[in-house]
């Protein structure tokens, strides 16, 4: 068994619909991780900002996501630690504009 759960006991059709839709949140997943990554290497971003952290955390938690039917070990703790790391700096840009009001 490769997934964290058992698709297979609702029957194949519902099987394939699963897994299908896991490879699209995964594949959505992964354009949000690298289209985060290349605003930050073009300087359209700065890797601080609180858009790159919320897209790059949100690409992090669709791969989680499609981890959970098409399971790799590797891939799902890299994705926590990158989860937590963007979780981080979320908090430390919005600990730092609320700072700014003050």
Sequence with gaps: MNSLFDWQQWGEEVAQ????????????????????????????????????NLLNGGGA?????SLCVHFNLGSFVIEVFWIAIAGMGIIKNLKAKKSQKQ
Excluded: N
Aim: glycine content about 4%.
């Design 61 to 65: 938690i669709l791969l989680i996501l």
């Design 17 to 52: 619909i699963i897994s299908t839709s896991a490879h699209i949140v995964g594949f959505l997943g992964m354009m949000c991780v690298v289209l985060a990554f290349w605003l930050v290497v073009s300087e359209k971003w700065k890797p601080t900002s609180l858009s790159y």
